[in-house]
């Protein structure tokens, strides 16, 4: 069993719509969850971090975690064809850090 | 533009060969990691250094090998090559080196084995 997973997607939505990218993830000691987002030909970016259950709030992207399910999910509101990308959740603790395969977005205007 | 610098850009070259990947991380971070981003596969880590010193390994294979020279520069070194060995490396680099680090990607270096 892969420690995170991810689907790959594509996911295709039109401009306007509400995105929801999730991963689950098997090991329960991990503590920090992040979501990082690359586009083509380019290296990855952090987009946001968060160390516990619940949501955190930045601009049009809200980051969830839920423990307890070991799921974590980014909320995209309002996507826009620049949030065309790839995203890919990172877990990380006990000096590792570990990323799902990425959800490929394209968002058509 | 996230600071750390990977050359070169682009490499092909064929199978049995050896190629030497370059890494500079971001002003004052003393820690440096290298990633293997293949379309199956998604991002693995391969090797960890921290100021000149091999800090934590991942799925690195042992053709494979890096270093972390004095002036914190970092340098992947990938010997006997398949043709699985195509895919994207990227270099990171981080402050500290704790797991909770953000760390900050360089653009890549895609590499082709033929």
């Known amino acids: 069993q892969k420690e995170v997973e991810q689907d790959p997607g594509p996911l295709s939505v039109p401009e306007g719509a509400i995105v929801s990218l999730n991963c689950t993830y098997s090991n329960s000691a991990f503590q920090y969850f992040m979501w990082y987002r690359q586009y083509s030909r380019k290296g990855p970016e952090l987009l946001m971090y968060t160390y516990s259950s619940g949501n955190k709030e930045d601009g049009r992207f809200t980051a969830q975690v839920d423990k307890s399910s070991k799921y974590i999910s980014l909320f995209i509101r309002d996507s826009q064809p620049s949030d065309s990308a790839t995203y890919l959740c990172?877990?990380?603790?006990?000096?590792?850090?570990?990323f799902g395969t990425g959800t490929r977005l394209l968002v058509s205007p | 533009d996230s600071g750390v610098t990977q050359t070169p850009k682009h490499l092909i070259t064929a199978t049995g060969q050896r190629v030497t990947l370059r890494c500079s991380p971001r002003s004052g971070d003393l820690s440096v990691y290298w990633y293997q981003q293949s379309l199956d596969q998604g991002l693995q880590f391969l090797i960890h250094y921290y100021n000149g010193e091999e800090r934590a390994k991942g799925n690195i294979l042992e053709r494979f090998s890096a270093q972390q020279f004095p002036d914190l520069h970092s340098e992947l070194n990938l010997s006997s090559l398949e043709l699985g060995d195509s895919a994207l490396y990227f270099c990171a680099s981080s402050v500290e080196g704790a797991s909770t680090d953000t760390q900050y990607f360089g653009p890549g270096t895609r590499l082709t084995v033929l």
């Open positions: 990172a877990i990380t603790g006990f000096q590792k850090l570990v």
